[in-house]
């Protein structure tokens, strides 16, 4: 395994080193700053920028959007390749906030009066433990229960509510999985992501005790991996084991129809605009996600959000910090239009719902839920002293419980015992 490891990075690192062998200046006035990224909108923006920019020139470089995206990201940016803006994804980035690979970014937003209160609750997910910025947010994702609405007609099952409970959600799950089982259709499916478990219980749930220890055994958090775990066993949704071993993704399993409703971030919708790679037939409709029970109120989603970092090898900081501000400033409709929320709240206009929905296929009415300030948001990572290092340990664990090679006590205490050993001292 650790030859195949080493054998892994060495091959991505040399395709690192040619990149950055194929990008030098063209000319002693003009600098070259080197995006890279698996999300690219439409790239108009990019133009802009250079008109406006002249003495700046933005290569943008399209990476495979598949699970060994970051581990690449990460070996370019600290191996002396020439990446100047590097996108982090939906909590990946606290990790590398700790690992010193960023560059701190609170030189520029003081000097040049940039306003995090402009991103609201999403500026937060720039921040390290240390309390430096390492990343501004320029899209976010919410995430949803989508639902087949054809198959629940034919199921005769009533569509979702917006304001469910988890029970209820479980019954409807079940329902539809009940409807669906000749045809090898399942009622939900809850995907591998780390802490993807945890969406709903993190409407109540504490990672941490009041005097700081890990608090992995919190009612909510205990209830969540029982309830995966028994939606997995009584065949309601796709296993976690089998997920795996057949490498499903939510997007072409959902897509696919292989499910009656599936939770998923606000990405699903940019997928649905892809006809050519997910041509599927039927209606989708949207819900907020369950209430965690009757104690809960209000309307509620589960949220992350990914930034803009610069590498601390970048040679070109300036340039890339001025491209990172337009990005954020000026190209919300790209990035609604390419199916992902902005972040950047002056920029959200009376047209946005209508540019995140167009191409997609989803009613209007479903889309303006993603853009409802009224709901309120929890999510499922932990964003606490060294979160990023507990999350680890719980996806170390976790999966050994899902799997059946360890029982829920085991994986919880040495979730326990680890958090409090190698992150509390």
Not at 26 to 48: A, G, K, L, R, T
Not at 205 to 231: F, H, S
Request: glycine share 8%; proline share 4%.
């Amino acid at each position: 395994m650790r030859k195949t490891a080493i054998v892994f990075f060495a091959l991505v690192l040399s395709a690192a080193m040619l990149f950055a062998g194929g990008s030098k200046d063209s000319s002693s006035e003009e600098v070259v700053i080197n995006y890279y990224e698996w999300d690219v909108p439409n790239q108009q923006f990019v133009e802009d920028f250079m008109k406006e920019n002249p003495g700046i020139r933005v290569e943008v470089h399209t990476i495979p959007a598949n699970g060994d995206k970051a581990t690449k990201l990460d070996i370019m940016a600290m191996s002396g390749s020439d990446i100047d803006v590097m996108p982090i994804a939906d909590g990946d980035q606290f990790i590398r906030f700790e690992q010193g690979m960023l560059a701190p970014l609170d030189e520029f937003i003081e000097r040049d009066g940039f306003d995090m209160s402009n991103f609201g609750s999403y500026a937060e997910w720039g921040k390290g433990s240390d309390g430096h910025y390492y990343g501004i947010p320029y899209r976010a994702t919410q995430t949803m229960v989508y639902y087949n609405k054809d198959m629940f007609d034919a199921a005769g099952v009533p569509y979702p509510e917006d304001d469910w409970t988890w029970d209820e959600y479980i019954d409807t799950a079940r329902k539809m999985a009940a409807w669906g089982k000749d045809q090898r259709i399942y009622g939900t499916y809850t995907h591998t992501y780390a802490n993807e478990w945890a969406t709903i219980a993190g409407q109540v749930g504490k990672w941490y005790t009041e005097d700081g220890l890990c608090n992995i055994k919190d009612p909510a958090w205990v209830r969540a991996l029982e309830t995966r775990k028994m939606l997995d066993d009584e065949g309601t949704q796709m296993s976690y084991g089998q997920i795996k071993a057949v490498n499903a993704v939510i997007n072409s399993s959902f897509l696919g129809g292989k499910e009656a409703m599936v939770t998923a971030g606000s990405w699903l919708v940019r997928d649905m605009k892809n006809k050519e790679k997910f041509p599927f037939d039927f209606e989708v409709g949207v819900a907020y996600m369950p209430r965690y029970d009757e104690s809960v109120e209000g309307l509620r989603s589960n949220y992350s959000a990914s930034v803009l970092c610069i590498p601390q090898n970048s040679q070109h900081k300036e340039e890339a910090w001025k491209f990172i501000k337009y990005y954020v400033e000026r190209a919300s409709d790209a990035i609604a239009a390419s199916g992902n929320l902005p972040t950047y709240m002056p920029a959200y206009n009376e047209d946005i719902v209508t540019t995140f929905c167009s191409g997609s296929g989803l009613d209007e009415a479903y889309g303006e839920k993603f853009f409802n300030n009224d709901v309120q948001l929890s999510t499922n990572k932990i964003m606490g002293p060294d979160g990023a290092k507990y999350m680890q340990i719980i996806n170390d664990e976790v999966p050994l419980y899902f799997t059946g090679e360890k029982s829920l006590d085991d994986a919880l205490n040495t979730i326990e015992k680890r958090v409090n050993e190698e992150i509390v001292g």
